[in-house]
């Protein structure tokens, strides 16, 4: 089994309506973290968490909100969808720890489509 | 804050060749610079990193060098294969394991 999950892998929905992408973790990491991929512009960063009472603000976190429900899970929400968000996202997991050095896992993506 | 610029967007090689993608960056501060490789329909994973009190690391056919003077870093692979036909991302973080700024990202097409 994949050790970051995301789900939904796909997801199409239109202007203005509330969106939540999952991701869970069974790795035992304690950082989360939320990126959008765009073509052209790499992975930049929408929230980090370091661990279930701290939530951070990345390059990019307007629009988007996070909840962090557990070490396992943390969940990123579009309140009100727009076109522009239409993107690859990933979550991504790192051992506060570094036992395995600085190394991110990143889940397997969810693309998003706002028509 | 930290800015990281990649050339090419595109590479292509013959398969047994070299490829080699340059990434600068802004942050003098700076401390670690990772590689990551995104196969199609797949997330980023770690290929090789890179901390800046280090010049090169190898690991069979890549390689990183470091030029912290000049504010940049490579990857390097050599013996090029279709396998290694990928979209790879450079990232520089001041704080290792936290906060990577990526690179915009260059696809290698390695033809046989």
């Known amino acids: 089994d994949a050790d970051v999950t995301q789900t939904p892998r796909n997801r199409i929905t239109k202007t203005g309506k509330r969106i939540m992408l999952e991701c869970s973790q069974t790795k035992g990491h304690d950082r989360m973290y939320w990126y959008r991929q765009d073509p052209g512009l790499g992975l930049r960063l929408i929230y980090y968490s370091f661990d279930v009472k701290d939530i951070n603000k990345g390059e990019i976190s307007d629009g988007y909100s996070v909840s962090r429900q557990a070490q396992a899970k943390f969940s990123l929400s579009l309140e009100s969808a727009i076109p522009n968000q239409t993107a690859l996202y990933f979550c991504a997991t790192s051992d506060r720890d570094n036992r395995q050095g600085y190394e991110q896992f990143f889940g397997p993506g969810t693309r998003l489509t706002v028509l | 804050g930290e800015n990281v610029e990649q050339h090419p967007s595109t590479l292509s090689v013959q398969e047994g060749d070299s490829a080699v993608i340059k990434c600068t960056y802004s942050?003098?501060?700076?401390?670690?610079f990772p590689w990551y490789k995104q196969e199609l329909g797949k997330g980023p994973q770690l290929i090789i990193d890179i901390r800046s009190n280090v010049g090169e690391k190898k690991d069979q056919r890549i390689a990183v060098t470091l030029n912290k003077t000049a504010k940049h870093f490579s990857l390097h692979i050599t013996e090029t294969q279709p396998e290694d036909s990928a979209v790879y991302f450079c990232a520089a973080t001041y704080n290792y394991g936290q906060n990577f700024v990526f690179g915009p990202g260059t696809r290698l097409s390695v033809l046989p």
């Open positions: 942050d003098s501060a700076s401390n670690y």
